[in-house]
């Protein structure tokens, strides 16, 4: 079944044009101003994108239609999410040190599920 707006015609246009066209590209130079700030790791970069991406069509379906504010309510909303709870490394979290699982060394013995 085909979704029905019920916004008029000409409304219903200019939302379209936003999501395909200023809305991709608010996102685009969103994370390039992000990757400026500070460097980041790849699944930072990819956490942050999947951030930037919701709340910038988030704002888009309120009906905010400005590319330039589109641009900062999302970096303001990622600031926000890394000041509170962070935004985490793959890479890093597999580098804390007490986290890496051993192997029992082979003492000579076989289990009995290992003949």
């Not at 200019?14 to 969103?30: D, K």
């Not at 509170?84 to 890093?92: F, M, Q, T, V």
């Amino acid at each position: 079944m085909t979704p029905v707006s019920t916004r008029p015609p000409a409304q219903q246009l200019v939302t379209e044009a936003v999501e395909l066209v200023v809305a991709p590209a608010a996102i685009a130079r969103a994370l390039q101003l992000y990757e400026q700030l500070q460097p980041h790791d790849t699944s930072v970069i990819l956490q942050a994108r999947k951030i930037l991406t919701q709340h910038i069509f988030g704002m888009v379906d309120r009906g905010e239609l400005d590319e330039q504010k589109l641009i900062a309510g999302s970096l303001a909303h990622l600031k926000a999410i890394e000041r509170d709870r962070g935004i985490k490394s793959a890479h890093a979290a597999s580098k804390k040190p007490g986290k890496t699982r051993r192997h029992p060394r082979f003492n000579g013995t076989r289990s009995k599920d290992h003949p």
